[in-house]
Structures are given as C-alpha cells and as structure tokens.
C-alpha cells in the first residue's frame, strides 16, 4: 500500500486514478489536504472540480487545512472552478468530451512548466439527475486506458456520502482500482463500508478489459449496459473480459455480451472472455450461432 505522497508524484498509469468515498467535513479535509499537498510539492498544476461550494469557499476550507490553497491560486498553481461552470457547462455529460478535455488540460499544464497535472473532482453531481448523469460508470471505467495510461495525471474523484446513495457509492468507487481513505492511505480494494454492490466492474491492470464481479440480471442490466459500453470504446485490438467473479449471467445478459463480441468482430478487434461462469457456457450451447464471436481464453 504505497503512501499518498507516492501516489501524487506518479506521471501516469492506473494508479493515478483514484477515489475517495467520505462522510463529513473532517474525513473530506484528511483526504484533499494530503492529496493537494503532495501534488503541488511535486511540482503539478493543481484543478480542484467543486460540485455547488463557490471556488472562494473552497479555498478556505483549504486553507483552514493547512494545504496552502491561497498562496497557491496566487501563483496560479491552483485553480478551483465549480463543475457547471467548466466541464459540465454543456450538457449532457459525454465522457468522449471529458476525454478529450483532459488531453488539452494535461497539455496546458506541461505549457505552463509543471510536471503534470493533478486533479480533484466532487461527484454529487451524479445524484442529482443531471443529464448524461447515467454515463458516469461508463466514464470511470474508460479512464484508465484511455487517459491515466497516456498523460501525466493524477486524480481523485470525491464521493460524498452524505449526497451520493450508498448503493450508487458502492458501484462507482468500485470502478477504480485505487482508493485513498481519509486517512492518507492508498488501498487496492474499497474499503469495507458496506455491503458490495450486485454487479461492479473494474478496470483490468495487465490487460486492456475489465473485470465483472457478481450477477447480470435483470436487476443489474443498467450497470452491464455502462460497463460493456466502456469496454467496447476501450483503445487496443484485444479487448479482455475477466469473468472470474461472475456467479451468473442471464439470458439477456449473455446475448448483450455476444452482441458486443459481434460488433467487436466486424470492427476487426477481438473479445475475449475469461473463466466464463457456467450459466453463460450453458446458454453459448444452446444457441452456438447466436454466439459464435465469443471467444473464451484457455
């Protein structure tokens, strides 16, 4: 478990994609001071992403912490901005924008002589039904292949539970592979906070796919629709899923995967599925043309 400092100085690469899920005023100080911290010690443009707070507000929360927020924005190292006044502005949320947004900040940073770029964002946005709110799972598996791996950034994504249902925390702090308590710790798994969600999906670390854990029903099909939409835009000519937590897909379930296989095939790039659970085995016999683009590793 590497300490944040290492974290905040690392130029790209999964481990820069970070969450934290917090509940009050002092677990959400411990948690940016430290970030915030280590980020401007190691010389990057800091962006800090409020969800309703003013920028002067958060500033001095940030200040009341001892991160040095003021002197900071003087000197134009750190800049807060509230979500609706930058990458929300135009709506509805499309992570294909965000993507591209943070190719020209990571960009703009390097500019203007800092080593990279750090970025906090709060996430209630999500709870409120803003448009483009339903990609949001979509988004944070994407982010991995698609930006950590290819630009100097490291962010952290904040979720309140106060604002943020428990179960909508459980599934999206689950689509990263590293999480950061309050207490300055980076972990490998979400800390244990309450029950895991039915279905969560998240970012493989060798290979470009991700890893599905739980059951596809109709009770999850929302949250396999986000993930396989995720996996379908990730880069490469092999995509990779990993099944190995799976304990059931469904009918439906299992003819969205082909269907995805299928398009992948025409497109000239492979799905591949790994340690398929028995109900999906069982429903590929049964229709085998249905499913003929599934590929399943050895």
């Known amino acids: 478990m590497p300490s944040l400092g290492f974290a905040a100085a690392r130029p790209a690469g999964g481990a820069g994609h970070l969450c934290c899920a917090y509940a009050g005023e002092d677990e959400w100080a411990r948690s940016v001071t430290g970030f915030v911290r280590g980020a401007l010690a190691a010389g990057r443009q800091v962006l800090y992403f409020s969800d309703v707070a003013a920028p002067e507000a958060v500033l001095r929360r940030l200040d009341r912490c001892g991160a040095g927020a003021s002197a900071a924005a003087d000197a134009g190292r750190l800049v807060v901005q509230q979500a609706e006044e930058s990458y929300l502005r135009s709506l509805p949320f499309d992570p294909d924008r965000m993507v591209e947004v943070w190719g020209r900040a990571c960009a703009a940073a390097l500019d203007a002589g800092r080593t990279g770029l750090a970025a906090l964002g ?119 899923l990993d099944l190995s937590g799976a304990d059931f897909l469904d009918t439906a379930a299992v003819a969205a995967l082909a269907a995805a296989a299928r398009a992948e095939h025409d497109r000239g790039r492979r799905l591949v599925v790994h340690h398929p659970p028995r109900s999906l085995r069982r429903v590929a016999g049964m229709f085998p043309d249905e499913c003929g683009a599934l590929e399943t590793a050895p």
């Not at 598996?141 to 962010?155: C, K, S, Y």
């Not at 428990?166 to 029950?195: Q, S």
């Not at 009770?219 to 993930?227: F, H, M, Q, S, Y």
Request: overall charge neutral; charged content about 20%; some cysteine.
């Open 122 to 240: 709060e996430m209630s946005w999500y709870a409120r039904g803003t448009p483009g709110a339903e990609r949001l799972l979509e988004y944070e598996l994407r982010l991995n292949a698609e930006v950590f791996a290819r630009l100097p950034l490291t962010a952290l994504c904040l979720y309140d539970r106060g604002a943020v249902p428990g179960d909508a925390v459980a599934l999206l702090t689950g689509a990263h592979v590293r999480h950061l308590t309050p207490g300055g710790r980076i972990l490998d798994a979400p800390p244990a906070a309450g029950p895991a969600p039915p279905l969560a999906a998240t970012p493989l670390e060798d290979r470009v796919g991700l890893r599905l854990r739980g059951g596809a029903d109709a009770d999850t099909r929302t949250v396999l629709e986000g993930a396989l939409a995720a996996l379908v835009r990730l880069p490469g000519p092999v995509l990779h």
